[in-house]
C-alpha cells in the first residue's frame, strides 16, 4: 500500500531554534514532493516544494530530499510562535504529480 | 495574488439530499482537483480534471461524486444522494500543469456537514 508517513508530533520548539520535520514514503518512483502548512480550521498552504536530491532553500525554510532513502524533511530556522501549525508532507506517489498522498502531519509548537 | 476561491464555506444538508460544492481556480491553471478531510483524520484526493475530463480519481470517488467545469471559471465537485459520513472539509485545488509537476494550490475549503 502507498503510504506517507510522519511523525504526528507534537513537536515543541522554543522561539529562535530550529525545527525539524520528516517525512518518508513507499513509491521510489515518486516524482514530486511537497510541504504544506495547516492551521486549525484553515486549507493547506503550500509553503516548499521539491523535486530532486538535496537541498532546496526558500527565507527561513529548507527542504531536503533523499530520493534513495525515500525521505524528505522540512527544517524552519528561527523559528517564530506564527509557525506553529500542522506540517503536512504531500507526495506525489503515482508519479503523475496529479494525485497527492498526504501524511497525516506533524503539529509543530513554537514557544515564547 | 491570485487565489482559488470556494462558496459556499459552510454547507448543511440532510442526508440523502445532493449538493454541489463551487470552485473558481486560479485563473491560468490547468489542472483542477477536489480533496477532503475528516475532522482530524488526512487529506484525502477525490479526482483530477483536466481538459473537461477527469484526468485521475481515487477509490472514494464513486457513483455517487461527479464534477463538472460548466463555464470557464467555475469547478463544482457533486454529491447525487450525501451520507453521514460524507461530513468533511472539501477543498478545491489547482496548479498549471506545466512539465507535469504541478506545484498544488488550495482553496479555504467547504464545510459539510450531513444531518
Known amino acids: 500500500q502507498k503510504e506517507v508517513e510522519q511523525n504526528s508530533g507534537p513537536l515543541s520548539v522554543p522561539e529562535g531554534a530550529i525545527a525539524s520535520l520528516n517525512c518518508t514514503y513507499s513509491d521510489r518512483g515518486s516524482q514530486s514532493f511537497f510541504w504544506y502548512r495547516q492551521y486549525s480550521g484553515k486549507s493547506p498552504e503550500l509553503i516548499m516544494s521539491?523535486?530532486?536530491?538535496g537541498d532546496k532553500e526558500d527565507g527561513r525554510f529548507t527542504a531536503q530530499l533523499n530520493k534513495a532513502s525515500q525521505y524528505v524533511s522540512l527544517l524552519i530556522r528561527d523559528s517564530q510562535p506564527s509557525d506553529s501549525a500542522t506540517y503536512l508532507c504531500?507526495?506525489?506517489?503515482?508519479?503523475?504529480?496529479?494525485?497527492?498522498?498526504f501524511g497525516s502531519g506533524t503539529q509543530l509548537t513554537v514557544l515564547p | 495574488e491570485p487565489e482559488v476561491t470556494q462558496t459556499p464555506s459552510h454547507q448543511v444538508t440532510q442526508m440523502g439530499q445532493e449538493v454541489i460544492l463551487r470552485c473558481v481556480p486560479i485563473s491560468n491553471h490547468l489542472y483542477f482537483y477536489w480533496y477532503r478531510q475528516i475532522l482530524g483524520q488526512k487529506v484525502e484526493f477525490l479526482v483530477s480534471f483536466y481538459n473537461n475530463e477527469i484526468s485521475e480519481k481515487s477509490e472514494i470517488f464513486d457513483d455517487q461524486f461527479s464534477v463538472e467545469r460548466p463555464d470557464g471559471s467555475n469547478f463544482t465537485l457533486k454529491i447525487r444522494s450525501t451520507k453521514l459520513e460524507d461530513s468533511a472539509m472539501y477543498f478545491c485545488?489547482?496548479?498549471?500543469?506545466?512539465?507535469?509537476?504541478?506545484?498544488?494550490?488550495f482553496g479555504p475549503g467547504t464545510r459539510l456537514t450531513v444531518t
Open positions: 521539491i523535486y530532486s536530491n
Open positions: 485545488a489547482s496548479s498549471e500543469g506545466v512539465l507535469g509537476m504541478g506545484e498544488q494550490y
Open positions: 504531500a507526495v506525489d506517489l503515482s508519479g503523475s504529480a496529479r494525485q497527492l498522498t
